[in-house]
């Protein structure tokens, strides 16, 4: 083994290691720490880890489920001092240096990496957690899924006048999935259901900035929200929502929207047994870390993801999240060795969204943007190569091929 701190000496053994979280955080970590030769014990609530900017595509039937996810075991085989429990986080006993897992488990560590991700903030909107659907889990992308089959169905039997989508938020969720649900429309339930007529469906984007895609460049911005237009996406920008119905998504201004559909692309909180843990939490119920991204109490602690809140704020986007991991694994092996831990630096790669068949916005941090075509494929070949699996690869890779150039039938309908 390749540690041999003061810890190793005492036991004989490397460090053990509880990762709480298989997500791009969790098992970036889990990767710098099995190279050093440490014990990696994978905890998560499902046997698999999720590619979440592809779950849009699950929802609209563009790929199946398991073209994103791909074994947790699978995963840890790779590696001989990796083991995998599928369990959720029950209860944090930091003093203890335990962990006590849903299942009755209890796991003892040395080093504890939380990464177990966020979960959907509903802002306190009167009806937003019982009539929206939102989008951040394997789970959530097939219920979007039937329910859409199912009042495009009703449509089509007569038994429901329309199928009205409306998508809460402007952000790069909420561009993406209202773009995918605009091609759809415009190229696939023509096909599928040929008794819907066009004036019975629709998809409106709301958001509360007068632009879409906020932390882009307002040329992009512009771009984004003209190829949603040209796709019939409604936009109503510099809209507040002030509750959700079973049937409608009513502004703050009393317009009322009717929608068939609702989905919640606005917002993140930790997940709430953080809460029930005692940790120190920040805006959006974020863990508060230090610089080195561990607890200031507890140095052996490092949390990575959406969850952390370093003191320079990071978007919660997968990049951070790959970054942090890596360097919670790093720090450990430096602290196990004895050696000195250093601060987190983040190296930003550049923000892109798509939109759509051929359309798409870069921006890269050296202030260089580009979309189109060229930021289309961009964004494609970016996400493959980090899809684990080459079956995963492949499959997703010919499916969005497929979807937008191949016959104008769907090879995937959402009656799947």
């Known amino acids: 083994m390749m540690m041999d701190g003061k810890r190793q000496e005492r036991t004989g053994r490397p460090p053990h290691v509880v990762v709480v979280g298989g997500g791009f955080g969790g098992l970036s970590a889990t990767r710098e720490l099995a190279r050093a030769g440490a014990r990696v014990t994978i905890v998560d609530q499902h046997p698999y880890t ?94 979007l899924r039937s329910r859409l089959q199912t009042c495009l169905e009703e449509t089509a039997l007569g038994k429901r006048p329309t199928t009205h989508v409306v998508v809460v938020g402007g952000g790069a969720t909420g561009v993406e999935i ?72 009513v502004l703050s201004d009393g317009t009322r929207l009717h929608s068939d559909v609702t989905v919640w692309a ?26 080195r991204l561990n607890l200031s109490e507890h140095p052996e602690v490092f949390v990575v993801g959406d969850l952390a809140l370093p003191p320079e704020p990071l978007p919660q986007l997968a990049q951070p999240a790959i970054q942090m991991g890596k360097h919670a694994g790093r720090q450990i092996v430096a602290a196990a060795t004895g050696r000195p831990t250093v601060p987190f630096h983040y190296r930003d790669p550049g923000i892109m969204a798509i939109v759509g068949r051929c359309a798409a916005v870069v921006q890269l941090p050296n202030g260089f943007t580009f979309r189109g075509l060229p930021a289309w494929l961009a964004w494609i070949f970016l996400h493959v190569a980090y899809l684990l699996g080459g079956r995963n690869r492949t499959s997703v890779l010919v499916n969005f091929f497929w979807r937008y150039f191949g016959p104008r039938r769907s090879r995937a309908s959402v009656a799947e």
């Open 178 to 249: 209202a773009g995918s649900m605009a091609e759809l429309r415009m190229r696939t339930i023509p096909l599928t259901y040929p008794e819907i007529k066009p004036e019975q469906t629709s998809i409106t984007l709301v958001e509360r900035f007068d632009y879409v895609l906020a932390p882009y460049k307002p040329h992009l911005r512009d771009a984004a929200a003209r190829d949603l237009r040209e796709r019939e996406v409604r936009l109503r920008l510099g809209a507040t929502v002030a509750s959700v119905e079973p049937d409608a998504v």
């Open 50 to 143: 999720t590619f979440q900017p592809l779950l849009y595509q699950v929802a609209t039937a563009a790929m199946a489920a398991g073209d994103v996810t791909y074994p947790l075991r699978a995963f840890a085989a790779r590696y001989p001092t990796v083991r995998v429990h599928a369990a959720g986080l029950g209860k944090l006993l930091l003093d203890q240096k335990q962990v006590e897992l849903t299942d009755g488990a209890v796991l003892d560590y040395d080093y504890l990496v939380l990464g177990t991700g966020v979960s959907t903030n509903w802002l306190s909107i009167e009806g937003a957690e019982k009539n929206a659907l939102p989008l951040y889990s394997v789970r959530d992308a097939k219920t």
């Open 266 to 291: 606005l917002g993140v909180t930790a997940p709430k047994e953080i809460a029930d843990c005692g940790l120190p939490q920040g805006k959006g119920g974020r863990v508060v870390v230090t610089e």
